[in-house]
């Protein structure tokens, strides 16, 4: 049996669902005005209930001791973009399909989540439950019940975007903290910040809220001869 090796990584989304983590959707109404990032967000909780739509993801990490991460000088490598799109229905359904630079698939259907590397032609499975609560899946693809596990701020208006920062109440999560930026009432972009220094970044694009979505849609079919794995 082949073993993932960790070259395709399951970036910051991956990182987010699994332990878990994220990750993107969606459009509100843009002719409400909304005084805040705070009331954006809550506003799409509460609104959208299922997304479509086009990210684009850019991770700067820390370097490490052997490149300089002893230097406070350092500063933070940028790694190669990727690209895709992604398909929601809160809770717990989605479908986050990266097609460049490779082809990697994260796909829920509210009861497991199913890692398609197809590179390597290897299925991992896990667990959803419990996996979305304290991590930046949640934002997007879990229930309106955000501040049972994030401290909301608003963090004021960069670039035209409102932006708020979320912070996980959970003493063991992988993110520090989380930046979402919304502009008119749509979600632009968002900031994952893990606790080793690293930051993702996602901007979405060509979003469509609530679309029509057939009931069977999130079941995952294992590819004809995938190995798989259960994680």
Request: charged share 20%; net charge positive.
């Amino acid at each position: 049996m082949k073993q993932y090796t960790g070259k395709r990584s399951v970036k910051a989304l991956g990182a987010a669902v699994c332990a878990a983590s994220i990750c993107a959707a969606s459009m509100l109404f843009a002719s409400h005005a909304f005084a805040s990032g705070t009331e954006q967000l809550k506003a799409f909780v509460s609104q959208v209930h299922a997304a479509r739509g086009d990210f684009t993801q850019q991770e700067l990490k820390q370097p490490n001791k052997a490149n300089g991460a002893s230097n406070p000088a350092a500063m933070p490598q940028r790694s190669t973009n990727s690209s895709g799109t992604f398909m929601l229905a809160r809770p717990g359904k989605f479908i986050w399909s990266y097609q460049k630079p490779y082809v990697q698939i994260l796909q829920a259907d509210g009861d497991k989540l199913y890692v398609y590397d197809k590179d390597l032609n290897q299925v991992t499975v896990r667990r959803l439950s419990g996996a979305l609560g304290a991590s930046p899946a949640a934002i997007l693809f879990g229930s309106n019940d955000l501040e049972k596990n994030f401290t909301l701020r608003d963090a004021g208006e960069k670039g035209g975007i409102d932006w708020l920062k979320l912070t996980p109440k959970a003493k063991d999560s992988q993110f520090e903290r989380v930046g979402i930026g919304f502009k008119d009432g749509n979600l632009q972009a968002m900031e994952l910040h893990d606790v080793f220094g690293n930051v993702t970044l996602l901007t979405f694009s060509n979003i469509q809220k609530n679309p029509p979505i057939k009931s069977n849609t999130f079941k995952f079919n294992v590819p004809k001869g995938a190995d798989v794995i259960n994680g």
